[in-house]
Every structure is written in C-alpha cells, then in structure tokens.
C-alpha cells in the first residue's frame, strides 16, 4: 500500500483507465502519494483489483472503455464513492507492432475503439459532468508516436494523431468553460507495450514513474500538453523543422525504421499480444 503524502494542493478526485499496469499503475500511485482520492478502471478485473490492494485504493471497477455505458457506470462509481470528478485521466491504450498490410483487421479495429473511441467516449463523459460546475481537467495519454511517425506502428501512430488533434480541439472549444484539456506524450516508455523492442539507439526509453510524475505535475500546473522526456520531445519538435530526406536518414541512424518491424522479438512479446486480443 502506498503510504500518502501531503501536498500543497487540495485533495482532487482522480479516475483512471487502464489502471491495472505500467503507467496508468503508477500515475495512480504517485497520485495517491500526493493526498489525492485515486480510482482505477481496466479491462482486466483480476489485475485491477490486484492492483487496488497493492495501492489501497478502494474505488476499482471492471472498464471497458470502447462502451460508454461501461464508462458511465464507471464515473458514476467513483462520484458516488469519492465525490464530484475532478480529474480524468483517460490513460487506456495498446500498441501492437508489424508492417501494416499485414495487420489483422481485428487489431487495427480494436486499436482504434480503445485508443481513439475510448478518449472521446471519456472526454465526452467528463465534459458532462464538468461543465455544469465550470471546473476540471481532462487529460488524455498520447504518445510521441502522435507528433512523429514510427515504421511498424503504422495505426498506433494514427490512434494518437488523433488523440492529440481531438484534444487540442476540444482543449480550444471549451477554453473559457473553466474545463482544462491536455495531453502527456510520452516516448516509449518501460511498460509491456514495448516488450520484444530494444528502443532507438542513443536513446533510452522513458520509465513509467517519469510519465506518472509528468501527469501528477500536469495537474498541479495545468498546460495544454507535456512531452516526456525532456530531451526525447525536444528532438521530436525538432524534427518537424528537418527536411524529409534528412529526418529518414536520421531515423535510419537511429535504427526507428526496424525497431518495431524487424528487430521485435515477437516470442517477449507474445503475452502481450495474447492479452490485448483476448480482453
């Protein structure tokens, strides 16, 4: 159990999808380490609940956020349970990898409802109940996958694209709504989506402490995005300056345009896989 600790900010009420692991795991953790009431929601009812009683936390639920009524019961819960939504941090999401012609159409669709429905369908929820009281804060996980493409994750790259542009839309259409739109945009990060990859080389992947501490700090000091890590988002912005042939050879340097086609390890990454097309 996490042991809490006091901040200078007042107790906020805090809701999390795909809660149960990796980042989402320990956002929740660093949150609760900051006094704040914390719920998780996953998919995977076993781990989530394993989960909660690792972290203490008492508001858990299955969560399947390509539903909105999973999802409203979901927000319903933790109101009844810890009070008016504060925060959400709609975190759920999967990367499989490989060329994409050769993508099942199962995965490419289930990519698509869980990481792209399934922020819409949550921003949706909590503008509803945010809106009336003309205060809260959004925050939706997209990736550094959203700015910059990456060969062997052809429909990932486009579910965070739109992550990050339904985002920034709605972040402007309620700007003076007293509701607060962001992203996190991570790099790639420790976690089992990454599983099976040896990452970019020069370049070392984020842990998923650094993202939690990214989007606890988010909250405290709300902007409409945060790119981890430092350097890693410095060089994506950068990159949008570089001419095309210039960035391809970058990438091939960097060994980006095999890392998630050629060099994955798919015997690592099989649980994985397993999990997120059976859930």
Not at 43 to 51: G, I
Not at 143 to 165: D, H, M, N, Q, R
Not at 171 to 199: D, I, M
Request: charged letters at 25%.
């Amino acid at each position: 159990m996490t042991t809490p600790t006091t901040t200078t900010m007042a107790a906020k009420t805090i809701a999390i999808t795909g809660g149960a692991r990796g980042i989402g795991y320990q956002t929740a953790k660093e949150l609760i380490r900051r006094g704040h009431r914390v719920a998780i929601g996953d998919v995977d009812e076993t781990r989530a609940k394993e989960a909660a009683d690792e972290l203490g936390v008492t508001v858990v639920t299955r969560l399947d956020v390509t539903d909105p009524d999973s999802f409203r019961a979901f927000l319903d819960m933790v109101e009844k349970q810890l009070g008016p939504l504060d925060v959400l941090i709609n975190n759920a999401g999967i990367m499989p990898t490989g060329h994409a012609h050769e993508e099942d159409d199962a995965v490419t669709r289930r990519q698509v409802e869980i990481n792209v429905l399934g922020v819409i369908f949550g921003t949706k929820l909590a503008l509803q109940r945010m809106l009336p009281r003309r205060t809260g804060h959004i925050i939706n996980t997209a990736s550094l996958a959203g700015e910059l493409a990456v060969p062997g994750l052809a429909t990932y790259c486009g579910t965070k694209f739109a992550v990050i542009g339904f985002t920034e839309a709605a972040r402007q259409e309620y700007r003076k709504s007293g509701v607060q739109l962001s992203t996190v945009r991570p790099t790639f990060t420790n976690t089992e989506l990454v599983s099976g990859t040896a990452g970019a080389k020069g370049l070392r992947n984020a842990e998923p402490q650094e993202i939690a501490r990214a989007t606890a700090d988010l909250i405290e000091r709300p902007r409409p995005f945060v790119r981890v890590t430092r350097f890693a988002g410095g060089m994506v912005a950068a990159m949008k300056f570089v001419p095309g042939r210039v960035a391809a050879g970058l990438g091939s340097a960097l060994g980006t345009d095999s890392v998630f086609l050629d060099d994955v390890d798919m015997g690592a990454r099989q649980a994985y896989l397993d999990r997120i097309r059976n859930n």
